[in-house]
């Protein structure tokens, strides 16, 4: 603290110089709050120079005190931290209340962020900062700031209603083909949607290929395979049903030949023999034509011959 001397000629005197004063207060006005009148002087002057020295102290606290507020809320973020308006009065009040007033308002605004950004957090999308305010509407940085938010969360709710929409459509209630629509989405929103559309559609297409081939077979094609790109379970089930459809239409290709020999061309003793392996050896397809045993032919000859003999 510097303290401005009354003097002449370096001898102390009883009455306040008007240079010292004028010193005091140009050092004040450069913000030197430091700066202090004597405090020896009766009468006006010693009035004058207390009550110099009791704004110069005012100021320095509040600027310390500013100083500390900054360092609580800005820095350690302990934004229920105020100025004391215990000595603020006048002017010097009106400056505490709109420090303060501004904090109040700074975390407000930043507790409604958070409010919102933790319900998001929690899965609770119906959470908004209210752009009107409790006093006034909000503008500027503020307003900015309340839109984005808002926009993320009216974005993040249509991206769950979407999904759970198209969730639903096919995968319950089995209505193929269903897409998620979501407008003005970029990034991994994007990706998100266009992942999901992906699976639907390729869900959709696989089981409209299945369908397709199965109802083939009810109706009794047995020349519809089942031909898409598939992987892992989806690729086992087309095998499956190809191999089916495979095993199906031989075993009534053999049902046919043996049904047109044995009830058209009246070569009895047919059998049907579809195409695999028996036992690893290859069925015996004579039987149609050799009948071993039967007409008293015991060297097996076909019976064509025997009733050309005859």
Excluded at 70 to 98: D, M
Excluded at 125 to 135: F, M, N, P, S
Excluded at 157 to 169: D, G, H, L
């Amino acid at each position: 603290m510097a303290e401005v001397q009354s003097s002449t000629n370096g001898h102390h005197k009883d009455v306040l110089d008007r240079r010292d004063l004028l010193a005091a207060l140009r050092a004040f006005k450069r913000g030197e709050l430091g700066v202090r009148l004597p405090d020896d002087l009766t009468g006006v002057d010693g009035q004058i120079c207390d009550a110099f020295n009791d704004a110069a102290q005012l100021a320095e606290t509040l600027s310390t005190e500013v100083l500390e507020l900054r360092q609580t809320v800005g820095v350690e973020g302990r934004t229920h931290k105020r100025l004391n308006k215990s000595a603020a009065r006048g002017g010097w009040g009106v400056y505490v209340n709109g420090v303060n007033g501004l904090l109040d308002d700074v975390t407000a605004h930043t507790g409604d962020v958070a409010r919102v950004l933790t319900a998001v957090a929690k899965g609770d999308l119906t959470q908004t900062i209210d752009l009107e305010g409790d006093e006034s509407a909000l503008r500027g940085d503020f307003l900015r700031h309340a839109k984005i938010v808002n926009g993320m969360v009216t974005q993040l709710a249509s991206f769950s209603s979407e999904v759970t929409r198209v969730a639903q459509e096919v995968g319950v209630d089995g209505k193929l083909g269903a897409q998620a629509r979501i407008r003005g989405v970029a990034g991994v929103w994007k990706e998100l949607t266009d992942s999901v559309n992906l699976m639907a559609s390729n869900l959709t297409e696989q089981v409209r290929e299945i369908a397709r081939v199965t109802t083939a077979v009810a109706g009794g094609d047995l020349t519809k395979t089942v031909n898409i790109d598939a992987k892992g379970e989806i690729l086992e089930l087309k095998n499956t049903i190809n191999t089916m459809v495979d095993q199906l239409s031989s075993f009534s290709s053999e049902v046919t030949r043996v049904a047109r020999e044995v009830g058209t061309e009246g070569v009895l003793g047919g059998r049907a023999h579809p195409k695999r392996e028996l036992d690893g050896q290859q069925p015996d397809h004579s039987g149609a034509q050799h009948r071993r045993g039967f007409a008293g032919d015991r060297r097996g000859r076909p019976l064509a011959q025997d009733h050309g003999r005859r």
